[in-house]
Every structure is written in structure tokens, then in C-alpha cells.
């Protein structure tokens, strides 16, 4: 079992910043990815930003150059450091881990970007 814990979402303006953080807890050594997904209203969730253990990083073409995602060595916690954001980024964002046969996910955390 992992559990995670995201923190960091708020109200930003247009421009501005935000990091996100995933924090996980369990079995964090059967992690092998983790990644940062969103849902906007009316919408389906979409991946925003995934890393592998090994470092390896993929992005939405739409956060492409604007977003980073992070971990620290021992996959206990991942980042998203968002810059120029845009009324379009405001979803929730959830933080997902991948296992081998299991994924888990957090309970979102709320992003809103006013123009």
C-alpha cells in the first residue's frame, strides 16, 4: 500500500507560480513512477508530468517549457514547480504512483489561476 498526500495548490494570478508537493508513505520502494495529473470541471483528467525511478520525465505538450517535475532519491516525495501559469491550468491536480500491478492516488489539491 502507498499513501500520498499532495499539498501546495492556491489561488495564483495569471503569470505567477506554484509548487506542488507529493508526499508518499507505505511501500514506497515498490514505486517505480509518479506523476502529477489534473481535472478540470466538465473534463476528463489528463496526465501533466510523470517521472520513473530511474529520472526518466515526460509533460503534456500544453505544460511543455512552463512546468518541472522532481523527486528526491528515494521517491518519497515529488515536485511540480509550475511558472507561467495560465487560467487554462486551473484544475485539481492529483499525484499518482505506479507500482508493478497497482496505482495509487492522493486526494487532489485544488489550482485556480485568475486572469
Known amino acids: 500500500q502507498v499513501q500520498l498526500v499532495e499539498s501546495g495548490g492556491g489561488l495564483v494570478q495569471a503569470g505567477g507560480s506554484l509548487r506542488l508537493s507529493c508526499a508518499a508513505s507505505?511501500?514506497?520502494?515498490?514505486?517505480?513512477?509518479m506523476g502529477w495529473y489534473r481535472q478540470a470541471p466538465g473534463k476528463q483528467r489528463e496526465l501533466v508530468a510523470r517521472?520513473?525511478?530511474?529520472?526518466?520525465?515526460n509533460y503534456a505538450d500544453s505544460v511543455k517549457g512552463r512546468f518541472t517535475i522532481s523527486r528526491d532519491a528515494a521517491m518519497n516525495t515529488v515536485y511540480l514547480q509550475m511558472n507561467s501559469l495560465k487560467p487554462e491550468d486551473t484544475a485539481a491536480y492529483y499525484c499518482k504512483a505506479e507500482t508493478y500491478g497497482y496505482t495509487y492516488w492522493g486526494q487532489g489539491t485544488q489550482v485556480t489561476v485568475s486572469s
Open positions: 517521472i520513473t525511478s530511474g529520472g526518466s520525465t
Open positions: 507505505g511501500s514506497i520502494f515498490s514505486i517505480n513512477a
